[in-house]
């Protein structure tokens, strides 16, 4: 189930890049636009978890595998600290200086030229700062008409890491009080908590960096395409919200290519590298191109 909840976020950031990408072409990000793809995403996603009915038991499965101790305490901690940062999230607007200098000034700027293309302003960190936590905040504002909901995007991404270190604590062999304990270290960060209600970028950056983790790690245990392209797209996604995701993730990359290249063979190696190098160019590249149109520079 939270591997589950991951693939869903990563998934949805894809999908919200892609689009947002394609619309911008034909001077189209309106709420309209916007509302009639995830309408169409939400018509196929119904039909697809309709047919796939044994997930539904899922959640039920690996929730009654826990003592009652552990029980009580995900509950225990959904309740003081889960919902109470939901309710800060919506309740509060945002008031982050970063936040009101480029975060979400740049969304509107967007939402009003109907595209992603730069703009006349005298905040140059509206322009070339990386963008995707802000084409999630795009969605949000758009689809909704207001700001009550955008801080929700680094609340939700707050989820995703909980989720995200529970499993790769699965993936190191750790059992069900270990998986418990270390997300709840991780739920209880408190710059996560400042955070967690805010239109910054940095838990929504550190999902995608812990996503990368474990999907990497799922690979030197079994090898699959499916896991590289999860991966993949993490990793560029992760990059495109934060540069810093790439130094992190610098030397996870080089242990991962000697382990794949010495289990697998330099074929197989040079090919989860073209596919990873490629989806960081299809990612990147609309921006750099028009970071290079007005600066001169990627």
Known sequence: MR??????????????????????????????????????VLCVGSYLLWRNRPFRVLWGQEFGQLSLGNRVLLWLSCVVIGLPLLFLAVYAPPNNVDSHNYHLTRVVMWLQNHNVGHFPTIHVQQLYHNIMSEYLLLHVLALSGHDYFVNVVQW???????????IIAKQLGLGPKAQVFVSILQLTLPIGILEATTTQNDYVATFFFISFLYFSLRLMRNFSWQDVGWMSVSLALGGFTKYPIF????????????????????????????????????????????????????
């Open 247 to 298: 130094f992190y993730a610098f030397p996870y990359c080089l242990w991962l290519g000697v382990q794949i290249l010495r289990k697998k063979g330099l074929n197989t190696a040079m090919l989860t590298f073209g596919i990873a190098f490629s989806t960081l160019m299809l990612v990147f590249g609309p921006f750099f191109y028009r970071n290079y149109a007005l600066f001169g520079s990627v």
């Open 156 to 166: 939700g991404a707050m989820l995703g890491s909980v989720a995200g270190v529970g």
């Open 3 to 40: 591997l589950t909840w991951v693939k869903f976020l990563v998934a949805t950031a894809g999908l919200a890049y892609i689009s947002t990408e394609l619309l911008s072409v034909f001077n189209a990000i309106t709420p309209l636009a916007l509302g009639l793809f995830w309408l169409t």
